[in-house]
């Protein structure tokens, strides 16, 4: 699977959206781009994956460049609750991978 | 959305004594899950995939001795630490997935083991 790379945190106003960046320079064209949270001493939780065109869902939009070698996970409105390591992984779609590489991902950081 | 549910959330244990962990997928069918670990302020990573009926697969670096697991049915997958030393001390989170959700996992809460 092809690595990536994202800050290693950021803050945010809460109310205002957050903007995380991924770098994924090497993907393959079959990779998918998943973004998953991990709020403090929890699992990870899944928030959003897509391949090539933009995607939305009721926690997140996903914006991923024509070249696919980056991609962007907006959260419109932060919350506090917000508050947690963010980690863009890309990897071939479809059950069945066995190593969802992780990465250091990013630390956001709502601020009040 | 699907759950996976881990038990216990935290447990502590003295050193050498065997520790079991139990990862259920309570609203589907899991044929495959992952075990994953974290140590403090670092990534997860994958220690086993746990396929129902066979073999663990591991990967490398990580004692299949050590950390056996057990998938017996579609439903229930665990991990036993064995003969526990403090080092083996971290976030054990196992994860599930489900047919047709393309590839997303299923995460458990994770459980926090303290070895004294």
């Known amino acids: 699977d092809a690595k990536t790379t994202q800050p290693t945190s950021m803050d945010c106003a809460e109310g205002r959206a957050a903007n995380l960046p991924c770098n994924h320079s090497t993907i393959s064209g079959n990779e998918y781009v998943y973004w998953y949270r991990q709020i403090h001493s929890q699992g990870p939780q899944y928030i959003i994956h897509g391949l090539k065109n933009n995607e939305t869902n009721e926690m997140a939009s996903l914006i991923i460049t024509e070249d696919r070698k980056s991609s962007t996970l907006i959260l419109p409105h932060a919350t506090l609750r917000d508050t947690a390591v963010y980690y863009c992984?890309?990897?071939?779609?479809?059950?069945?991978?066995?190593?969802?590489?992780f990465g250091t991902g990013t630390r956001l950081t709502v601020i009040p | 959305g699907a759950v996976v549910s881990q038990h216990p959330s935290w447990v502590i244990c003295k050193s050498g004594t065997s520790v079991k962990i139990e990862c259920r997928s309570l609203d589907f069918q899991a044929t495959t899950m992952f075990w994953y670990r974290q140590f403090p302020k670092q990534s997860l990573m994958l220690m086993a995939t746990s396929n129902e009926g066979s073999k663990a697969t591991y990967e490398q670096g990580v004692e299949k001795d050590k950390f056996l697991i057990n998938h017996a049915s579609l439903t229930l997958s665990t991990l036993t630490v064995t003969s526990a030393h403090p080092e083996d001390s971290s976030f054990y989170i196992c994860s599930a997935s489900r047919q047709g959700y393309a590839g997303e996992l299923f995460f458990g809460e994770g459980s926090r083991l303290t070895v004294l």
């Open positions: 992984i890309v990897r071939v779609g479809g059950t069945g991978a066995n190593n969802l590489f």
